[in-house]
């Protein structure tokens, strides 16, 4: 009863020899960018002029009595 089988080192190879995942990997990488650049180009497109809830800016004030400005 002898149940091994013999096959040769090229048959029992789990996958085959080439560039194939390498080619979709680096496809698959560049177009990745390609949409990273574009959404940058679209956010910055509709991004507002002037944005709600930003930090406030800081205005001068007249000094009591005089044309210089003093700011807080």
Known sequence: ????VKVNPTE???GRKGTHLLT?????????GIVGWAVGLFGGAIEPEDPVGGAPTEQPVEAPGGNTPVTE
């Open 1 to 4: 009863m002898d149940d091994k």
């Open 24 to 32: 979709i990997l680096i496809v698959a990488l560049v177009l990745a």
């Open 12 to 14: 029992a190879r789990q």
